[in-house]
């Protein structure tokens, strides 16, 4: 596990996966289909993942691939204001497109609808990838989405490979969109895969329970692959908290309690907030639970990677929140 913790205190991440743009309704409490005005931002897992790491002090470059139009150069632009560094980004002409989220700060009835057509996040490619400089950081990081096609899926289990020879760890969130898969049944079986090689893996219950093949066998998985030696598996449970397998441990966490105005983007903050707990050299559970108080700060706020916190903010919710649930 040292050599996991090594990497990830070096604080800085190359990412993989797809940014995209968000719209969502204005003011907050009004529904998509009824509102006049929309806010726009920066989205995509791996691109909010980016954002959350940079507000947070933390370097982190984006790989994928963005479309060559004004949404696609909206969210370069969106991921220069957050800090991400962009060098790996490579821009596609033609028919492909970026995604668009488009969804409401209202959290009775919420509506998530998602652009993916052509999407042009898949078409990374063996060369774009091995473009990288892996040695320049500390640790990879990719969200599940980008193994729901290919040539993603091949190039970043490439990019597994190179930060393997590299010497740096594999991390994974597991990020189970199922409208981005061809069926189920592929998802769960190259998502395993994608397990096996990490070192760090984050999913939810239903998650590991999808990877299982049900529910009531996602804790079972969890154990299963954090059997492995050096490797850290958290399994998110909603409102449950979180069970972090580690060197033989169970560390059982609580959340913090906040009004939601959304559930999305909580997953993106968490796994930012927990690096950068570890890059801070503070004890694992205490990482866990400053991710979870990370997601706590988006799902309270309009928008994702705007909603994700400065160090000063996290800490002073933290001062306002001083103790989570009991696991």
């Known amino acids: 596990m040292s050599a996991l913790l090594d990497g990830i205190r070096k604080n800085s991440f190359v990412v993989f996966g797809r940014a995209g743009m968000d719209m969502f309704a204005d003011p907050v409490g009004t529904k998509a289909e009824e509102a006049e005005t929309f806010r726009s931002d920066l989205g995509g897992s ?62 009775d009835d919420f509506q998530l609808v998602i652009y993916r057509n052509n999407a042009v996040d898949f078409q990374v490619t063996d060369d774009d990838v091995d473009r990288v400089d892996y040695s320049d950081f500390g640790a990879l990081i990719t969200a599940g989405t980008v193994f729901a096609s290919e040539p993603s899926r091949g190039s970043t289990f490439r990019a597994f490979e190179n930060a393997r020879a590299a010497g740096i760890p594999v991390i994974f969130d597991i990020d189970y969109r199922p409208y981005s898969w061809p069926s189920p049944e592929v998802a769960a079986d190259v998502l395993s895969r994608a397990g096996e090689q990490s070192d760090l893996i984050v ?11 049900g529910l009531e066998k996602g804790m079972d998985k969890a154990r299963e692959l954090a059997a492995k030696p050096g490797r850290i598996v958290i399994y ?6 979180a069970v972090t397998f580690a060197d033989g441990q169970e560390i059982r966490t609580g959340i913090y309690p906040v009004t939601a ?32 108080a990370c997601a706590s700060i988006v799902v309270a706020q309009p928008g994702c990677a705007p909603a994700m916190p400065t160090p000063a903010e996290l800490e002073a919710f933290l001062a306002s929140h001083p103790s989570p649930t009991e696991p």
């Open 261 to 292: 105005l959304k559930p999305n983007g909580a997953g993106d903050s968490f796994m930012a907030g927990l690096l950068a707990g570890i890059a801070d050299r503070r004890p694992l559970r205490e990482a866990v639970l400053r991710g979870s």
């Open 46 to 107: 791996s691109a909010n993942i980016c954002a959350g790491l940079s507000k947070l002090g933390a370097t982190s470059a984006l790989v994928t691939s963005v479309s060559d139009d004004a949404v696609g150069r909206f969210c370069v632009n969106r991921l220069k204001h957050y800090g991400v560094d962009t060098q790996y980004l490579r821009t596609l002409g033609g028919e492909y497109r970026i995604s668009l989220a488009v969804y409401e700060s209202v959290i």
């Open 203 to 213: 999913g939810n219950d239903e998650e590991f329970g999808f990877m299982a093949g």
């Open 236 to 241: 998110k449970m909603g409102e449950g908290g």
